[in-house]
């Protein structure tokens, strides 16, 4: 996905989840949902949200929490958790599922809460207040790129959230990297069963339903697979009729009928379990980790050609250089040039069949797909490898070839 689309769908998520803690705040004394109708314009509780806590856990926490909750299961409910434990719940919305997290885990456990809309991070904090838990943080942050140390999470919970976001490979390489060895990883999300139109998957709206980004159940497991967990499971704890989401469906502005028949049952609510590996930490400083670099076709290594030249490949070739420097290896495959080692690579053919060129560049931390679609940045860089960033900024120096690409003499083909 673009870094463009990735904006997009940031920020559209971010209005809407603010949206929603304001009118908690506000005291409007409706039923609010983000799966569902009411947070994509309409105003009945959804068949996804409803009747996710029983009843001594929604009298555990604040009311305002559990008006606030938007998910897709009970992840406190299925994950293991046990005294002495530290959670980490990604988009952690107005707190429920951290409070309840940190009643299991007890005083000398903890509880975080990570969340990227102000406004959800302040009902989160006014839970807690309101909770008198001692054992709970709140964090700004987005769940592609958590601000914690590696090797520090026992338990890693999601509600219905994942699915939200536009690099679920860079989130999976993220829960990866947090994890202590055997750390475990436990979540709720909404899971697609079979192919949906085109137009589903478009609609932004879709998005904050729950639905257009969900992944399939072979999807999850191989995205699991390639950021290096193992024990992958994947329980169906709901399933979803056309009937249920009428409402919902209208409110997107798409065909009624065409999309019921489409989605009926196409959509279920699943617990996903995954473990990583005992014996496995990601290191603070020179990591022993390997890049690969799938580039799009270009007319030689560095595809600095002619008076154009791509700011974000220039500064990208800088970066990489500047991780060789910190001992990580770096190699880098033109498609114009080895063809075959795009073949020779199951995941990169697996995105090029499904986007096309389009999701080029494709990068791979250790085998595990963490970007596609746009280069990364240092700062990503750095979080991936636990590297600290060098203070300079990522510029370098291109001399630029005389005559337009592949001219005869341009020294370019």
Request: negative net charge; hydrophobic residues 40%; charged residues 20%.
């Amino acid at each position: 996905m673009s870094d463009a689309v990735n904006v997009t769908l940031t920020e559209t998520v971010k209005d809407k989840y603010g949206a929603i803690a304001r009118r908690v705040t506000d005291n409007s004394g409706e039923a609010v949902s983000c799966c569902g109708p009411s947070c994509c314009g309409g105003g009945d509780k959804d068949a996804i949200s409803a009747n996710l806590y029983s009843e001594s856990e929604a009298s555990a926490v604040p009311a305002d929490a559990m008006t606030a909750s938007l998910g897709c299961g009970n992840p406190t409910a299925l994950a293991e958790l046990t005294p002495g434990d530290t959670v980490l719940d990604l988009g952690s919305g107005g707190g429920i599922d951290v409070l309840l997290s940190a009643k299991r885990v007890g005083p000398t456990g903890k509880a975080y809460g990570l969340d990227m809309t102000d406004d959800m991070l302040a009902l989160a904090l006014a839970n807690k207040q309101k909770a008198g838990a001692t054992n709970v943080e709140f964090l700004k942050g987005h769940i592609e790129n958590i601000p914690l140390p590696a090797n520090t999470i026992d338990v890693i919970i999601s509600n219905c959230v994942i699915n939200l976001s536009g690099n679920k490979d860079l989130v999976m390489a993220e829960a990866f990297r947090v994890l202590k060895p055997g750390g475990r990883f436990a979540v709720s999300d909404v899971v697609s069963r079979r192919e949906v139109p085109a137009e589903v998957r478009r609609n932004m709206e879709l998005w904050i339903g729950c639905v257009a980004g969900a992944l399939s159940e072979t999807e999850y497991v191989l995205k699991l697979k390639a950021a290096g967990f193992v024990d992958i499971t994947l329980e169906v704890t709901r399933e979803y009729r056309a009937a249920e989401a009428k409402t919902f469906l209208e409110s997107s502005g798409l065909d009624v009928e065409k999309v019921a028949d489409a989605i009926d049952g196409a959509f279920v609510s699943a617990f996903i379990r995954a473990r990583k590996p005992d014996g496995v930490a990601q290191t603070s400083t020179a990591p022993a980790v390997t890049f690969e670099v799938f580039d799009p076709a270009m007319c030689c290594s560095t595809g600095v050609c002619g008076p154009t030249v791509d700011p974000r490949l220039a500064a990208f070739s800088a970066d990489a250089d500047w991780l060789t420097s910190q001992g990580v290896t770096v190699t880098r495959h033109n498609l114009a040039q080895e063809p075959q080692a795009f073949i020779a690579q199951p995941l990169v053919t697996d995105l090029l069949k499904r986007d096309g060129v389009e999701c080029l560049p494709i990068v791979l931390l250790n085998g595990a797909v963490v970007s596609h679609g746009s280069y990364p940045r240092r700062d990503e860089l750095a979080r991936l490898t636990g590297l600290t960033p060098s203070a300079s900024t990522s510029k370098k120096k291109v001399a630029l070839a005389a005559t337009s690409c592949c001219e005869p003499n341009s020294g370019c083909c």
